[in-house]
């Protein structure tokens, strides 16, 4: 193979692909799931909505496919490590310390 030819089928395997620019951003994908019959009803709808607006805002206008996984697990790592002595609510948890989502309640 020459280096015409290699750069030219590199340039084939770089250039971007048509599934990928059609691709949805994150706040498509939640309409369209939100849109779905799975959550039957509207207080779901919310509160699916309110949760994805509250801790995904800074991923909602981009697209499915530039969300790394890493940044998915610092998101969700900063989410399960709660206040220390308090719960989701704010209220004085019994358990104390951190909680995580590991823990059994």
């Known amino acids: 193979m020459s280096a015409a030819d290699a750069s030219e089928a590199a340039l084939a395997i770089m250039a ?3 599934n990928v620019e059609t691709s949805p951003t994150l706040e498509q994908a939640m309409e369209h799931y939100l849109d779905r019959d799975r959550l039957q009803l509207d207080h779901n709808k919310r509160a699916v909505e309110s949760q994805m607006r ?3 805002s800074k991923f ?3 697209r499915l496919h530039t969300i ?3 940044e998915i697990e610092k998101v969700f790592k900063e989410l399960s ?3 220390i002595g308090k719960d989701a609510l704010g209220r004085k ?3 104390g310390g951190t909680r ?3 823990n059994p309640i």
């Open 100 to 102: 995580t989502t590991h």
């Open 54 to 56: 509250k801790h995904m």
């Open 60 to 62: 909602l206008s981009r």
């Open 68 to 70: 790394t996984k890493m």
């Open 81 to 83: 490590v709660q206040r």
């Open 93 to 95: 948890s019994k358990l």
């Open 16 to 18: 971007p692909s048509t």
